[in-house]
Nanobody
Framework: QVQLVESGGGSVQPGGSLGLSCAASRRISSFSAMGWHRQVPGKERELVAVFTDSGSTNYADSVKGRFTISKDNDKNTVNLQMNSLKAEDTAVYYC??????????????WGQGTQVTVSS
């Protein structure tokens, strides 16, 4: 069973920084894509940052220049460094990963989510 476990959420003032980490129960190199999404109540879950199937990184326009996604193959973690945080970054952040089966079926996996609150 594939598990993704987030850590590092919390509360911070506007302009502050937080780092999130996602620990995977499988080698992260076995995932075709991994990244972070976020969701606020009443809205759809949105992509924040991701390592794509092709190996590139994509960021939501709203976080470009402020957030950085990285991965640590030795620790099997995907991390999100969030700087210059704004109130509108407040959300539950979810780690995401996708893997293909031997038969070519793509399976998507989600962590349980971690709350990030930006408030003065």
């Amino acid at each position: 069973q594939v598990q993704l476990v987030e850590s590092g959420g919390g509360s911070v003032q506007p302009g502050g920084s937080l780092g999130l980490s996602c620990a995977a129960s499988r080698r992260i190199s076995s995932f075709s894509a991994m990244g972070w999404h976020r969701q606020v109540p009443g809205k759809e879950r949105e992509l924040v940052a991701v390592f794509t199937d092709s190996g590139s990184t994509n960021y939501a326009d709203s976080v470009k220049g402020r957030f950085t996604i990285s991965k640590d193959n030795d620790k099997n973690t995907v991390n999100l460094q969030m700087n210059s945080l704004k109130a509108e970054d407040t959300a539950v952040y979810y780690c995401y990963g996708s893997r293909y089966t031997v038969g070519g079926i793509r399976n998507n996996y989600w962590g349980q989510g971690t709350q990030v609150t930006v408030s003065s």
